[in-house]
């Protein structure tokens, strides 16, 4: 049945409040306005972003919300004006969008995107609307907010059309590819694009879920020698080291500050350290982690809101450098399809990524499987 221009009745995962499990209901998705494009999800991951937000513990979250960011799908209809899209396309929604046009997305030293010469674009969907200050989603009556701009909870999503990348026709949706729409390619990136991993390094990632696994596959990818997983959780070392981990610490197994350790462990520092769990001690911990003169430690977690960081500046007078990254650093829209490429190559691992697939009704429990440490990631089919 053809079902441009036309409402459709599907069934998504709505966060009616904060603090509260998913509800599976049916809702109403509107067709796609101008420069905007209707997606069929097939495949979602769940992802801490999405927990924070639910917890309540997101200043700047909205409700009633449907969630959602780590998504693959294809095209079901297009809005007016869109010419980079087709129905069927196979498509993954991006959160970090890429316009082409503004200044942010001009400047090869950025992937951030705060407005664009077409539409003002992370005020509205910071609002949890789209760009015409609307929502395209309602239920029992009532509208819905959308999440980061993907919503990818949801059997159809509407998203704008700078925030969508086309990717090969070919790819397994079923799999793990959607998780290249945030922690693969965000964890990778910030090893390979933020921090410039170089052969013969040493590393540190702290933090050993989706998000540092993939640091670890990318430092390996830049040639480092040595790669240090941290983690108070033995379980996940064996694991750690088929991404490329070649060795490990348990903050708990020492009475030292965990600094301290590895800066014995490793004569003076590591060269790289990563932060990747949103914890404002570690991240102090990582950067006194790294070697004076040239250590450089990257920010991947996303810490509580009003959290602050601090650390005494002799650690960065004698050379140490630290940096944040968002999405890895990847220009969404042109490298997204490149991370499937090499994934469809073999040259990158992702299904490796996926220890639970769920159909999309199971997703509480899906969330209940990451707050227990029991998933790297689960998939839910939808």
């Known amino acids: 049945m053809d079902t441009t221009g036309k409402v459709i009745k599907c069934k998504a995962a709505v966060a009616w409040e904060a603090g509260k499990p998913l509800s599976i209901e049916e809702v109403k998705v509107a067709p796609p306005k101008a420069h905007e494009v209707r997606v069929k999800i097939h495949a979602t991951g769940v992802c801490h972003t999405d927990a924070y937000t639910l917890s309540g513990s997101d200043p700047e979250g909205l409700f009633p919300v449907i969630l959602g960011h780590e998504g693959a799908g294809t095209v079901e209809s297009v809005g007016e004006g869109v010419t980079k899209f087709k129905p069927g396309d196979t498509v993954i929604p991006l959160y970090v969008p890429q316009c082409g046009e503004c200044k942010f997305c001009k400047n090869p030293k950025t992937n951030l995107i705060l407005s664009c010469n077409v539409i003002f674009f992370r005020v509205t969907q910071g609002q949890g609307l ?19 701009g993907t ?56 933090g050993l879920g989706a998000v540092g696994l993939a640091v670890i596959m990318g430092c390996k990818s830049a040639g480092a020698t040595r790669i240090i997983g941290i983690d108070i959780n033995p379980d996940k070392f064996e694991t750690a080291k088929t991404f490329g981990a070649t060795e490990f610490v348990n903050p708990k197994d ?67 450098t630290w940096k944040g990254t968002a999405f890895g650093g990847w220009k969404s829209v042109e490298s997204v399809p490149k991370l499937v490429n090499d994934y469809m190559n073999k040259k990158l691992m992702v299904d490796e990524f996926v220890t639970h697939t769920l159909p999309f009704a199971q997703i509480n429990e899906a969330f209940d499987l990451m707050h227990a440490g029991k998933s790297i990631r689960t998939v839910l089919q939808l």
Not at 179 to 194: E, K, V
Not at 286 to 299: D, M, Q
Not at 300 to 307: E, P, T, Y
């Open 151 to 206: 919503s990818t909870f949801s059997e159809y999503t509407v998203v704008s059309e700078i925030s969508l990348a086309k990717v090969d026709e070919n790819a397994p949706l079923d799999k793990g590819v959607c998780l290249l729409g945030c922690g693969i390619s965000t964890g990778y990136g910030a090893a390979i694009n933020t921090a410039k991993v170089e052969a013969g390094s040493t590393c540190a990632v702290f």
């Open 254 to 320: 020492h009475s030292k500050p965990i600094q301290e350790v590895l800066v014995e462990l490793t004569d003076g520092g590591v060269d790289y350290s990563f932060e990747c769990i949103g914890n404002v001690g570690i991240m102090r911990a990582a950067l006194e982690a790294c070697h004076k003169g040239w250590g450089t430690s990257v920010i991947i977690g996303v810490a509580g809101a009003g959290q602050e960081i601090s650390t005494r500046p002799f650690q960065l007078v004698t050379g140490r």
């Open 130 to 148: 789209m760009p015409d200050k609307t929502s395209r989603f309602t239920c029992k009556g009532k509208q819905l907010f959308h999440f980061m």
